[in-house]
């Protein structure tokens, strides 16, 4: 039984597999003839000079109808293209799309192309512009012990393009965002200013340098009792109050060896006649820190009429 069922199978096999490609050729060109429709994504580029803008963008999508044999419609891709150059002056337009100007080539003997709606209908403007300041989007902290003293952007400003609506409403941009973690000296950055979330607002430059100066963190600390010397008169002369306290700002490493003797509290009374004044207190401070507060920072001089 098996070996007659294996005959029946291969008995004439170049006449059988002959049959079954005639078959499937007929079935081919009776299928491929077929005249059929089918939808295609079609793409519109609206391409304008450089001094004017289009609201919403410069790309615009409708769906095409191609009607035909099944054989040329298999050979067009689902994406169409077509670019429509727009001249003349601003305000509302419409623009009617030439099917003969859909990328790739398309056959129209043999093709019949059908657009849903064969025009587009834009605004189109003149550019608008203005320069605005730079900010730095910065993220994360540096190491343990420094801080970021300073950062800096060049440019500062940069400018903006767009549709005046838009761009009227941008007073500053921001960087991408710049990661400082773990930073312990300085470092300099070239960062993309990040997007406006708007159509066709242009960007120059669309980068900027971002420098962040590392240094030490730094801490304050207070000395009381500081005496307030008078200088610049022979006469005796009493202060009221007598002490002021001054607060400076270090690293840790600095402010450890500095001592009270190393502060000075002073007032200039030169040229000054007996009586009382009200005078500015000026301090001196060891190099390496920053003078943080004095409190008072007046105090009230009375020259007296004797001499010291």
Do not use: C
């Not at 007598?242 to 690293?251: D, N």
């Amino acid at each position: 039984m098996r070996n007659r069922l294996f005959s029946l199978l291969f008995h004439n096999a170049h006449y059988k597999l002959f049959a079954l490609l005639l078959a499937t050729v007929l079935w081919y060109f009776i299928n491929a003839g077929e005249v059929t429709e089918e939808k295609r994504r079609l793409q519109i580029q609206l391409v304008t000079p450089k001094e004017f803008v289009i609201d919403g963008g410069n790309i615009r999508h409708t769906e095409a109808t191609l009607k035909g044999d099944k054989a040329s419609l298999m050979a067009i891709p689902e994406n169409l293209e077509v670019r429509l150059d727009i001249t003349g002056g601003t305000g509302r337009r419409t623009q009617w799309i030439n099917t003969r100007d859909i990328k790739p080539y398309i056959d129209h003997s043999s093709i019949k192309v059908m657009l849903r709606d064969p025009y587009v209908t834009f605004n189109i403007e003149r550019k608008f512009s203005k320069k605005v300041s730079v900010k730095v989007n910065q993220q994360g902290v540096p190491a343990e012990g420094y801080i970021i003293e300073k950062a800096t952007i060049d440019p500062q400003k940069v400018e903006i393009m767009g549709l005046q609506y838009d761009i009227s409403k941008i007073e500053e941009v921001f960087t991408e965002a710049i990661d400082v973690t773990g930073l312990q000296q300085t470092k300099s950055i070239e960062a993309e200013i990040a997007s406006l979330g708007l159509d066709k607002v242009e960007v120059n430059p669309s980068k900027v340098s971002v420098s962040f100066l590392i240094g030490e963190e730094k801490i304050n600390r207070r000395f009381s009792s500081i005496p307030i010397e008078i200088l610049g008169t022979d006469f005796q002369w009493e202060v009221n109050p007598k002490f002021i306290s001054i607060v400076i700002q270090g690293t840790p490493g600095v402010l450890s060896f500095v001592k009270k003797e190393d502060l000075r509290a002073f007032a200039e009374v030169r040229n000054l006649l007996p009586g009382k004044h009200e005078m500015r207190v000026q301090v001196k401070i060891p190099s390496e820190t920053v003078l943080i507060e004095t409190v008072p920072t007046v105090a009230v001089v009375e020259i007296l009429a004797r001499k010291q």
